[in-house]
């Protein structure tokens, strides 16, 4: 069984003062520098939303969401404590795309064009441990591709923060019926 470590949104505006700031992100970030420093052996891939100014999911535009993770700028930067984990190669963007709603990971691409899941496989992972931001959206959508392509999926709940806390409880059940284990 070989594991990888998958962070998904751990970035400024999904984080305490950002556009978007989710409940916990704080906590979730310092729980997930932790996790990664008790797995030293373990790669780790980080999912990063990555919008144009225009992005489908803006308010302006039509979207739910405030303009947030705009490329270029601070509010689309990995949290700085998670910065000496980072290789490039092993960064995925994900809403890219203007017209392109993308909440999944699983289709993210590294800057050469390779998508998350191929690296995956190529690194010859079978078992991920996900954790990130938010929940109900992007980690929800992730662990459920993840599960559908037949990875095992262990969520720790520490390392989640979430847009809404009733619907992060309503999520946790939600993900353990798809398949994933959640470690309280
Ligand atoms: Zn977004």
């Known amino acids: 069984m070989e594991k990888a470590i998958v962070v998904i949104d751990e970035i400024y505006d999904f984080i305490s003062g950002g556009s978007l700031a989710c409940e916990h992100s704080e906590e979730a970030v310092a729980a997930t520098k932790a996790l990664i420093e008790n797995n030293k052996r373990l790669p780790v ?18 979207g739910p969401w405030p303009p947030h993770c705009v490329a270029g700028t601070r509010g689309g930067d990995i949290h700085d404590d998670l910065l000496p984990f980072v290789q490039e190669e092993l960064v995925f963007y994900k809403g890219c795309n203007p017209a392109e709603e993308q909440y999944s990971g699983f289709d993210g691409r590294n800057a050469a064009g390779q998508s998350l899941a191929e690296v995956l496989e190529t690194l010859g992972i079978d078992s991920v441990i996900l954790v990130g931001i938010a929940t109900e959206y992007c980690v929800f959508n992730s662990a459920r591709d993840l599960l559908k392509a037949g990875f095992k999926v262990t969520i720790p709940e520490d390392c989640l923060a979430w847009v809404d806390r009733d619907g992060h409880l309503k999520t946790l059940p939600e993900l353990t019926a798809l398949g994933a284990r959640i470690q309280k």
């Open 45 to 62: 891939l980080f999912v990063c939303d990555h919008h144009p100014e225009n992005h489908c999911s803006f308010a302006a535009q039509g």
